[in-house]
């Protein structure tokens, strides 16, 4: 990688937000449930990006929860509810009993907030 490039994406990280940052992977992962939503339960990339989805929200709860975090209360409330509504939608998923799509539009809804455009 040349110095100008290590530069710049130096200067991408520092100047990006926790929310840019959130987006992001919300958006990485999301897109990876829509990729394998119809390969099965069962399909090693749709257990990945579930295991990647799920991991991730577990973080955002211990954030949420911190009591640093200076969302409103009731916020932190919906989306730590959200957070458990993942948990239990997850499982159902790997067991056959859910469809992805729910779990990939609350996703959604939520990188629309991020980004300004409504959402939770």
Not at 2 to 26: C, G, H, L
Not at 54 to 68: Q, S, V
């Amino acid at each position: 990688m040349s110095v100008a490039a290590a530069a710049y994406k130096q200067t991408i990280r520092t100047t990006e937000t926790p929310r840019d940052m959130e987006r992001k992977i919300f958006v990485k992962i999301t897109g990876g449930l829509e990729r394998h939503a119809n390969d099965g339960p069962l399909s090693a990339g749709l257990k990945d990006f579930l295991e990647q989805n799920h991991k991730f929200w577990l973080a955002l709860r211990g954030d949420l929860i911190h009591p640093d975090n200076a969302l409103p209360g009731e916020i932190k409330g919906t989306l730590i509810n959200l957070s458990y509504w993942v948990d239990r939608q997850t499982v159902s998923i790997l067991k056959g009993e859910a469809d992805v799509q729910p779990l990939v539009d609350v996703n959604r809804s939520i990188m629309d907030g991020l980004g300004g455009r409504g959402g939770v």
